[in-house]
């Protein structure tokens, strides 16, 4: 985790002053909880959750929003304002503000989208198939859930298949049993032949 922080830190800023650092991957992949790690190993980098940028009727369709509220902003050199989303209540809640950092996390399902990678000094994909990855996000978001999943994963699977993340990373995060496996990403490898909106990757563990 040390090592691969020391490398971001030593990226040129891609968002005005701001190394933006995006971490994609299925529903349920661990996202949040590497996310969480990797902001403490870069000295307490802010983390944005798409979750506080996406809602109930906008599951995917928040590009704009985070674009006029973040990124911009950002970009600028200005602190961001946002309003996150409270799931619970179904609205969006106070505005939170984001200040320009040296690296800030961008955490979430489409982190890694078409519109966003210019914006992004560095694209992580957590490699874990989709199946498993909703497997264990059911399982950690209980019975309550269950009818949102339902909605969840069809609207995952076009999102994907429409704007695939994973084959523009530029390293791949296995989650081991103890800490993380870091791989080379497979952009820069993309040729005029190369299928970019199927695969998830290889579900081998360490």
Not at 20 to 44: N, Q
Not at 86 to 95: C, E, L, N, V
Not at 193 to 198: P, S
Request: aromatic share 8%; glycine share 12%; proline share 9%.
């Amino acid at each position: 985790m040390h090592d691969l922080a020391s490398r971001l830190r030593r990226l040129p800023p891609s968002c005005g002053p701001v190394r933006l650092i995006g971490v994609d991957g299925h529903a349920g992949s661990g996202k949040t909880t590497f996310a969480g790690e990797l902001a403490r190993a870069l000295d307490g980098a802010p983390v944005l959750h798409l979750d506080d940028i996406a809602s109930h009727d906008e599951l995917f369709d928040w590009t704009g929003r985070l674009l006029s509220q973040v990124i911009e902003p950002l970009g600028r050199g200005e602190s961001a304002h946002y309003r996150p989303y409270d799931w619970h209540a179904r609205r969006f809640g106070p505005p939170r503000t984001l200040p320009p950092a040296p690296a800030i996390i961008l955490e979430g399902v489409g982190a890694g989208r078409r519109v966003l990678r210019p914006h992004l000094a560095h694209l992580l994909w957590m490699e874990l198939p989709a199946e498993e990855a909703w497997a264990r996000g059911r399982s950690r978001d209980g019975e309550e859930q269950r009818e949102f999943w339902a909605g969840w994963v069809p609207a995952e699977r076009r999102h994907f298949a429409e704007d695939p993340s994973r084959p523009f990373s530029d390293v791949l995060v296995r989650q081991c049993a103890q800490g993380y496996e870091v791989l080379p990403g497979p952009v820069g490898s993309i040729g005029p032949d190369h299928n970019v909106t199927h695969g998830d990757g290889s579900s081998a563990v360490c």
